[in-house]
């Protein structure tokens, strides 16, 4: 008997799950997914050394891409997407790919994540260098398609990271780093939209918050770099400015308006008495880490 994938395991603790009240449903399923969060704890260190690798490669000019299919391919195109307005990031920095193109965001296309032939197609035109990352991600992590991918890119003497909830997975062979966060048997039967899809996102989100962190994107805790697209986020940036240059609201405002809404120089405008031509010399100087500005000049 073929052995089963361990993503495709039935769960004994929702086989009633037909045959209970809504509000059981939920408990079930809640009861299921208080699991992710403690079985990402037992993978932090690969997912550290996962950000080192990240954020070493975007220092040197180098890209992140995921590749995926199905439910895992939308939500690299998620986290991809997330990556210019949280971080102000080029779109070209972070790169979701999906099998079977845009349309799969939205619909299933047949034999895509079984397609070799796919995976050669998207990783030429990605024009995938030495200097950056592949970062494929899969429940089981046995379709050819992300398999190939990781195949394409170890031969490319690009660094490589699989992202799998399978133990057995395939596609760990070729990865220089498995994030293995095994969740086990889903609420309903090979549902890996469930728990699995819940831990790929959790853990995507860890790699480029991590990675940007390490970067110099943020100072402390704060999103200066996010790019304020609306009131909400224009507000954000000012209240952000305002803190750490430690002056008043509307001298901030009035501030980032005339700077287009360049947070770090405007800060160090506001800190340092200084013009935007040579805040922004700071910055350079520094690769844009605010942080290693103020440790010269304070």
């Known amino acids: 008997m073929k052995d089963i994938i361990i993503t495709e395991n039935t769960n004994p603790d929702t086989e009633s799950i037909d045959t209970v009240s809504s509000l059981e449903i939920t408990r079930m399923i809640n009861n299921e997914d208080l699991k992710v969060a403690q079985k990402i704890k037992e993978n932090l260190t690969p997912i550290a050394q996962a950000i080192d690798l990240i954020s070493e490669n975007f220092l040197n000019g180098g890209r992140l891409f995921y590749f995926g299919a199905g439910t895992s391919g939308r939500l690299g195109v998620l986290d991809a997407s997330e990556c210019p307005p949280t971080f102000n990031t080029p779109h070209e920095t972070v790169q979701g790919i999906i099998a079977g193109g845009d349309r799969a965001l939205r619909y299933a296309i047949e034999g895509a994540e079984d397609s070799i032939e796919l995976a050669k197609e998207d990783f030429t035109k990605c024009e ?171």
């Open 128 to 298: 995938v260098t030495k200097n950056d990352t592949v970062c494929a991600i899969s429940a089981s992590g046995n379709a050819n398609y992300v398999t190939e991918i990781l195949r394409l890119a170890k031969e490319n003497n690009t660094k490589t990271i699989a992202l799998t909830c399978n133990p057995k997975a395939k596609m760990s062979n070729y990865a220089d780093i498995n994030i293995c966060i095994e969740t086990g048997a889903e609420a309903i039967t090979g549902s890996t939209r469930m728990k699995a899809g819940s831990a790929q996102k959790m853990v995507l989100n860890m790699l480029t918050t991590g990675a940007m962190v390490k970067i110099g994107k943020t100072y402390k805790n704060f999103m200066i770099d996010v790019k304020p697209t609306n009131t909400k986020l224009k507000d954000r940036a000012v209240r952000i400015t305002a803190q750490i240059a430690e002056a008043d609201y509307e001298t901030a405002k009035n501030l980032l308006e005339q700077n287009n809404y360049k947070i770090k120089e405007s800060i160090l405008q506001l800190k340092y008495n200084i013009d935007f031509n040579k805040a922004q010399e700071l910055l350079k100087a520094e690769n844009g880490i605010i942080r290693r500005v103020f440790e010269k000049n304070n």
